[in-house]
């Protein structure tokens, strides 16, 4: 099963009485059709903390004090965890179920991909990896001789000296708008960065005057919604495509996407497990949060239709159909997946021959800033409108919209934060230029 719907079990468990557990479980295993008569199996994988080893250890105790079934992957990436379960419970059909199977499933897309991108062979894209100093590293590293031939990557922040996340990842990128240390960027060279546990990436580059551009997962979704369209359209075939994205997503984007690819879009709670379960509703759903964290979900009959199509169409179509068939391949569908979405976007770069300040052109972010508020109770606080509006308490929403409406194009909503015990404000208009009540000195 994927992993977001145990979140909720989970929270659902912790939230029930002792004497309810049994209840609730019969209940989980219903609704998540889990044969209880079948035996447990627990997939286990741990990152680079020190902690990681003892926790892991804890939890193969246990099963083996209980009778179960196990199997210990030992280093993973979060996605890969996703990986080995879906693959499991899928009996293989999605894939084998080892690193082995992961790199060599992803690579042989990417290859196929780049090799139309670059009829002659004697081309290679490169791209410079900031990995939080966290596992990415380990597995980029064991990974990259796969897929050598159509990428040259340079690791920086493998975690050999530098903390986990400190002053680099994706996560500090996004947040600051600015470059992790650590890594050496030339004018107009393409780079991304990984987050610790390798589930989201942000691209960046410098221009030739110094500015920074980040290129977020906003931004990433649109490239890859519009590339899946075009696919579409020489395939002549009407595949169901939606966008899915959190209020944190930037105004610019949505209507970019809305206005001007006309792909429909659809708002969520913040989270993964409800960007997750609602890009299951479409054929192609695409999902990104702006921080980089997403994937792209295809569903059977989508997949049954590019199938067939690469076997029965020709030429320019045919080509299409096949491109489709390895983007598939290409995607995580089991995780947001920081490898497999940097796979897939280089792939797009160059099938699409664009740089990535041809990427970043598609639209101009709205100014936007995002802060962390430590309150006494943070759930005095609640909302409705997948989040955008507080319904709580009695004269907050209407303060921020009387605050709002004195800007152009602008937005602002605040919520309690689901993981930290803080409350986040967001807010975004055409301009960063302060307003004046009084005559600027
Ligand atoms: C604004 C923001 O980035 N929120 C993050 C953060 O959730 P909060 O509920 O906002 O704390 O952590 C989540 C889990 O990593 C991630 O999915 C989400 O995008």
Known sequence: MLAPSWEEH????????????????????????????????????????????????????????????FHDYGLLTTPQL????????????????TTEGYYQKLSKAFVELTKQAFCSGDKCLSLKVDCANGIGALKLREMKNYFSEGLSI???????????????????????????????????????????????????YYDADGHFHLIDGDKIATLISSFLKELL????????????????????????????????????????????HKAQEFDIGIYFEANGHGTVLFSKTAEMK?????????????????????????????????????????????????????WDALYTDLPNRQLKVKVADRQVISTTDAERKAVTPPGLQEAIDNLVKKYKLS???????????????????????RKCRQPCT
């Open 10 to 69: 989970a929270t659902c468990l912790a939230n029930a009485e002792e004497q309810d557990v049994q209840r609730v479980l019969l209940d989980i295993s219903e609704k998540a059709a889990v044969d209880l008569q079948q035996d447990a199996f627990v997939v286990i994988g741990r990152d680079t903390r020190p902690s990681s080893e003892k926790l892991s250890q804890s939890v193969i105790d246990g099963i083996t004090v209980s009778g179960g079934q």
């Open 82 to 97: 996703h990986y080995m379960v879906y693959c499991r419970n899928t009996q293989g059909q999605y894939g084998q179920a």
């Open 154 to 204: 340079q690791l920086f922040n493998v975690g050999t000296t530098g903390k986990l996340n400190h002053l680099c990842g994706a996560d500090f990128v996004k947040s600051h708008q600015k470059p992790p240390q650590g890594i050496e960027m030339e004018p107009n060279e393409r780079c991304c960065s990984f987050d610790g546990d390798a589930d989201r990436i942000v691209y960046y």
């Open 233 to 276: 359209l020489e395939i002549g075939e009407s595949l169901n495509i939606g966008v899915v994205q959190t209020a944190y997503a930037n105004g610019s984007s949505t209507r970019y996407l809305e206005e001007v690819m006309k792909v429909p879009v659809y708002c969520t709670k913040t989270g993964v497990k409800h960007l997750h």
């Open 306 to 358: 590019i199938k067939q199509l690469s076997e029965e169409l020709e030429d320019k179509k045919r080509k299409a159909a096949k491109m489709l068939e390895n983007i598939i391949d290409l995607f995580n569908q089991a995780a947001g997946d920081a490898i497999s979405d940097m796979l897939v976007i280089e792939a797009i770069l160059a099938l699409k021959g664009l740089t990535v300040q041809q």
């Open 411 to 433: 937005r602002a909503f605040v919520r309690p934060s689901g993981t930290e015990d803080i409350v986040r404000v967001y807010a975004e208009a055409d301009s960063q230029v």
